[in-house]
């Protein structure tokens, strides 16, 4: 999992399609609800979900692992922060949800033993207040399937 996290990140990073997104608002937590205020929206988190095995007949085992990764951005007039604007260019959670999965659809991340990477649900669009901000959130999930050795 830890090699599937840091290696998304990177591959998020390194996107051309995401370049409006600061490498610093591209990160790592440790769950789904903590997210950083001082850090420039947008904003995508990663963190890990659940792993599922499968053992299999021989010599190999099935591992999937989930992967949840939250899109923020914050709030703007009318409808921007979800579905953007184009002049002047504003990315809305939708835009940047189009962009993560251009990114990550069946983007194995340099990993050998990953045979599929796949979205495989989104969360409705929430809105969060804060005292001082107030954003909204939307959280994908991929699932990445890796064929191991048995130990």
């Given at each position: 999992?830890?090699?599937i996290?840091?290696?998304?990140?990177?591959?998020l990073?390194?996107?051309?399609?995401?370049?409006?997104?600061?490498?610093d608002?591209?990160?790592i937590?440790p769950?789904?609800?903590?997210?950083?205020?001082?850090k420039?929206y947008?904003?995508?988190?990663?963190?890990d979900?659940?792993?599922?095995?499968?053992?299999?007949?021989?010599?190999?085992?099935?591992?999937?692992?989930?992967?949840?990764?939250m899109?923020?951005?914050?709030?703007?007039?009318?409808?921007?922060?979800?579905?953007?604007?184009?002049?002047?260019?504003?990315?809305?959670?939708?835009?940047?949800?189009?962009?993560?999965h251009?990114?990550?659809?069946?983007?194995?991340?340099?990993?050998?033993?990953?045979?599929?990477?796949?979205?495989?649900?989104?969360?409705?669009?929430?809105?969060?207040?804060?005292?001082?901000?107030?954003?909204?959130?939307?959280?994908l999930?991929?699932?990445?399937?890796?064929?191991?050795?048995?130990?």
């Open positions: 999992m830890k090699t996290l840091n290696n998304l990140k990177s591959a990073q390194a996107s051309d399609t995401l370049s409006y997104i600061g490498n608002s591209i990160y937590t769950d789904e609800a903590l997210f950083f205020l001082d420039t947008p904003q995508i988190a990663i963190t979900g659940p792993v599922e095995h499968t053992i299999e007949e021989g010599e190999s085992w099935e591992k999937s692992l989930e992967v949840a990764l899109v923020y951005q914050i709030l703007k007039p009318d409808d921007q922060a979800l579905i953007g604007k184009l002049s002047p260019l504003v990315y809305g959670v939708l835009d940047i949800v189009t962009d993560i251009s990114v990550l659809f069946d983007n194995k991340l340099s990993i050998s033993t990953i045979e599929s990477a796949l979205p495989i649900s989104e969360s409705e669009t929430q809105y969060l207040d804060g005292e001082d901000i107030s954003v909204l959130k939307k959280t999930y991929y699932e990445y399937v890796s064929l191991e050795a048995n130990p």
